[in-house]
């Protein structure tokens, strides 16, 4: 069969090419030249190769030592809030009615936290948790626990922790009411003939059947909750000290702050890089075990 | 193993004050035998699921009482009942082998470990499953997998009756009557109490020795596929079992004669007591009308077409306003489309809306 030549397509395509280049591609390289890179101000560059690299990931070094604490931190952040979003979602998703006019209640409310932008969901956080004029913070304070998230380090990871947990749990418990849904109701009826005892239907239906969208769920949490940047930055602003330094803060300081550009550079690919390795990681799981649930042909 | 009565059981989805033309189940007084093959047949939304999933507790009768061997279970939970039940499509636990798919329910009743090994080995070997007890039971075929929901039912020795809830849908058609055998096998072995629903009649009739005819939540016949064919007890049961099904025609009955359309069709019988004002009409298998040339005396019929079904041929033909298939023996052809019908008297039935009356010797 000849194929019939036809170049005409390219000028179809060109359109995608000039956009991506121009917004991803060209920034992305622009990132790259400063990584390489060191400046002292005035638009003066000196060459200084992967200088930044071997220090970022050299802990002796100051670079290399906020970095690696930083990324510990943020790992142990999302850590601790997927230990508790997922749980706590799936708890949720459990105990939310099936039918009835409470169900639609039950979605808005748990939406709502959803549908609050991050600065917003800082500044609430950050108000509510003060201890002279925010409720939560008064109200801990007079009852005896000397609470104060400026001063003190865990106070300050708590607010942090608990925020996350009050602005992404809905998330978790929306994705698995949605697996809970799709159980049929004869799973149930058979559980129920089989003499199942609650936790043993939990164990044997719903938990294998919300699979699926849990590892969505641990998915989306993760790399939300390892860039994340607004909430905490409204709220402690990365302290006290640097307890509450993320990733994401640590760059903006070194970017904006320290205008170092060759450090942020630097730091910003081998961030990006973790979070493409991890992304990577997950969707090859998730194929997997989404082509492993494929019956076998001829098995009986 | 366990005799089944129903005493006076109804169920409306909407609560007893509905009209009972609502229910989803008419009131209903019959006995299923211990060790009987029963197959309910219906229409889809006769109410045979409503029965079946009253009887195993899923839904909870709005009137009436289910008996097992005389104890009154009405109140209980689907648990507490001795009940196995197969559902339209396959339910098993996903993370779960085929051997402990099989053990779930012994294992929620705390049976001892080498007992449940012992009767899971039993019913693998029953059920064929032996090679696949230690596979994961998702990678199995459908049939399969329907074999292990019944096994998750048979595995426990106490299970009074086993309920099959439309269970061949998913089923490939050559593996249907496997796995039809395979329940009628199982069933000869096992001395088991089996009801099986469909809307299929094959199905029906080649799995029961009694079938029970629903019909727009009641029941309208019972009793041995023979039976239903001879002597259907409802319109509705002679039109929807064989095939095709029986021819009903309007007429007008006084003591041994029908009147069709100004012809008179000698009974075998006199039906003298008919209720005043009911809709008489007279009922017959096309298998006991014939088409042949038209002659004196005969009732004269329209052609529009002859199936060829291979063995036996039947004529489509109009009467009147009344359609009427009957058997169109070998070498039959009309010329002009016009044929007589010879009927077989010992095979005509009268109905008095709707139902069969018996006539005097």
Partial sequence: ??????????????????????????????????????TFGNNQFFWNGVGWFKELLDPSTDLGGRFLASLGRNLFFSLVILAIEVPLGIVIALSMPRQGWTVAACLVILALPLLIPWNVVGTIWQIFGRPDIGLMGYVLNHIG???????????????????DVWHWTSLVALLCYAGLKSIPEAYYQAAQIDGASRWAVFKAIQLPKMNRVLLIAVLLRFMDSFMIYTEPFVVTG?????????????????????????????????????????????????TNAGAERKPQEGAA | MARIDLVDLAHSYGGNDAPQDSFALKPVTMTWR???????????????????NVISG?????????????????????QKRNIAQVFQFPVIYDT???????????????????????????????LDLEPYLNRKATRLTADAKQKISLGRGLVRSDVAAV???????????????QLRSKLKALHRELDLTMIYVTHDQTEALTFADTVVVMHDGRVVQSGTPAELFDKPAHTFVGYFIGSPGMNIIPAEVR???????????????????????????????????????????????????????????????????????????????????????????????????????????
């Fill in chain 1, 145 to 163: 626990l000397d609470y104060n998230y400026v001063s003190n380090d865990i106070d300050a990871w708590v607010t942090v922790i608990v925020m």
């Fill in chain 2, 58 to 78: 899923i839904i909870t009768p709005s009137r009436g009482k289910i008996l097992f061997d005389g104890q009154d279970i009405t109140p209980l939970s689907t």
């Fill in chain 2, 255 to 361: 003591g041994r004669e029908a009147h069709i359309d100004g012809h008179v069709i000698a009974l075998n019988r006199a039906y003298d007591k008919l209720p005043a004002g009911a809709k008489i009409e007279i009922g017959v298998r096309p298998e006991f009308v014939e088409v042949v040339a038209p002659g004196p005396g005969l009732l004269t019929a329209k052609i529009e077409r002859i199936d060829d079904l291979g063995r036996i041929r039947f004529a489509r033909t109009r009467l009147g306003e009344a359609k009427l298939a009957a058997r169109a023996p070998a070498g039959f052809t009309s010329s002009d489309g016009n044929a007589g019908l010879k009927l077989d008297p010992s095979h005509i039935h009268v109905y008095a809306d709707s139902l069969l009356v018996e006539g005097a010797a």
């Fill in chain 2, 34 to 52: 211990q060790g009987g093959a029963y197959a309910l047949l219906g229409p889809s939304g006769c109410g045979k699921t409503t029965l079946l």
């Fill in chain 1, 238 to 286: 990365g302290g006290p000290g640097n307890s509450t330094t993320f990733v994401s803060i640590e760059l903006v300081k070194i970017a904006l702050g320290q205008f170092d550009l060759g450090k942020a550079a630097a730091l910003s690919l081998v961030y990006n890089l973790i979070i493409l390795i991890v992304c990577w990681i997950f969707y090859t799981v998730m």
């Fill in chain 1, 1 to 38: 069969m000849d194929k019939t030549v036809n170049q005409k397509a390219w000028f179809l395509v060109l359109p995608v090419f000039l956009v991506v280049a121009f917004s991803a591609v060209l920034p992305l390289m622009t990132v790259v030249n400063y990584s390489m890179q060191d």
């Fill in chain 2, 96 to 126: 779960m082998t085929v051997g402990q798919n099989l053990a779930f329910p012994l294992k929620n009743r705390g049976v001892p470990k080498a007992e449940i090994d012992k009767r899971v080995a039993e019913i693998g070997r029953l």
């Fill in chain 2, 163 to 177: 309920l099959f809830d439309e269970p061949l849908t998913v089923i490939d058609p050559e593996l249907k009557w």
